[in-house]
């Protein structure tokens, strides 16, 4: 099960893989921002890109809103 991290915006994204399915992590690096409604989600997107892709369009919502 590897973890992958990055940021995006100001937020830290992480990225596990456990078995089909892919656990998404999204949370404010400074206490600035505002905070997601749910810290975690998972998703079963084809690869890790993908998951990464839907956790930053996350972050893009919440940041138009």
Known sequence: ?????????????????????WLITVSPKTPDLPILDRYSTETRAQSERDAIAQAKGRVDRLLAA
């Open 1 to 21: 099960m590897l973890c992958h991290q990055s940021t995006y915006r100001g937020y830290i994204i992480g990225v596990k893989r456990k078995r089909s399915i």
